[in-house]
């Protein structure tokens, strides 16, 4: 972020606002996390700040301070396009096509407010005012913590700030694991700590909080674990019915994929998820090493994210969306066998 941008959004922040701070379609624990990050810091600032998410957020994510607060456009779309029209500054965070937002592109698209983007996926596009991109840190809840740096507010920290941030870059490193951790995260984490986030109690509220329907489910996706040994990939499949058996809930497939990927040998790991509603099937794809699931997300499922981590979707049904994906997957043998 170029020091002019801060310099303007400074002063913006220098007087009181009508912010509106939006996430992506199925916020995860760090669209979550870096919008009530930033939401407890603008509120104590003095502004009028209203988080809107597209979608509802998963349940293990309910107990962060200020998550009864969040509104949530579908079910709730007149009193949420009036706070968006009004607004005179929109946040968007953890994302950087404005296509990300769902039905909310239409009303962002037509908002007068001054746009500034908090993202680190890589290829941001331009409708923002002031965009702040950087696809080498962990996560955009840390991207926050540096953009507070920026405006020299990192003494406004307060430990719901903390608890916050310190979750979403729990989640969107995978623990800490994955590749994009670094010292400089570690930094963050630590100086989160000092300042109130309880990594005991995050940790446990996150992932202790099973229901014994995921449990169950999580029996379901191992039976159906394929590994192609040769291939260096195993991959998941839930169907609607299965996801129906066990009163599937937002978020409970968060992490499934992850077990395809702790197999010895394994370094691309896939669980595809039928969404009868949607009408497709939602992907998402890991990996180790240089194996880049955005480049195969983005050339063949419609879909992005990171080198390791990425997102994708099938408009076949699962039966020819596997087929699909089996037939596609020779090609990259040579970068499988590295």
Request: charged share 20%; aromatic share 10%; glycine share 8%.
């Amino acid at each position: 972020m170029i020091e002019q941008s801060i310099l303007e959004i400074t002063s913006a922040l220098s007087q009181s606002n009508r912010i509106v701070i939006v996430p992506h379609k199925g916020p995860d624990g760090d669209a979550i996390g870096s919008s009530l990050g930033l939401y407890h810091f603008l509120k104590e600032k003095g502004h009028e700040t209203t988080v809107i998410a597209p979608n509802d957020f998963p349940q293990f994510l309910k107990w962060l301070p200020g998550s009864e607060e969040i509104q949530i456009y579908e079910g709730n779309k007149e009193a949420c396009d009036r706070l968006i029209q009004d607004a005179d500054i929109i946040f968007t965070l953890d994302f950087n096509m404005l296509e990300r937002a769902g039905d909310m592109v239409e009303p962002l698209s037509q908002a007068e407010a001054t746009f500034i983007m908090i993202d680190h996926h890589p290829e941001p596009s331009d409708y923002a005012d002031h965009t702040y991109s950087d696809a080498s840190l962990s996560s955009t809840c840390q991207m926050v913590y540096k953009f507070l740096q920026k405006l020299r507010a990192l003494k406004y920290i307060t430990p719901e700030i903390a608890t916050c941030l310190y979750t979403g870059i729990m989640t969107d490193t995978g623990s800490f694991r994955y590749r994009a951790t670094t010292g400089d995260t570690h930094r963050v984490i630590a100086d989160l700590i000092d300042k109130g986030a309880d990594n005991n109690t995050i940790h446990s509220n996150v992932f202790d909080s099973f229901s014994k329907n995921r449990i169950q489910l999580l029996g379901v996706a191992l039976q159906n674990l394929h590994v192609n040994k040769d291939l260096r990939t195993a991959y998941i499949t839930l169907s609607q019915e299965e996801l129906d058996r066990y009163n599937f809930q937002k978020g409970d497939t968060e992490g499934f994929v992850n077990y395809g990927l702790a197999i010895e040998g394994i370094i691309f790991a896939v669980i595809f998820i039928e969404h009868k509603a949607d009408g497709m099937i939602k992907m998402s794809l890991r990996s180790k090493g240089n194996f880049s699931v955005n480049k195969f997300a983005r050339a063949h499922f419609n879909g992005g994210g990171h080198l390791n981590a990425a997102g994708g979707r099938s408009e076949l049904s699962m039966e020819d969306t596997i087929t699909k994906f089996n037939t596609i997957l020779p090609q990259y043998k040579e970068e499988l066998s590295l």
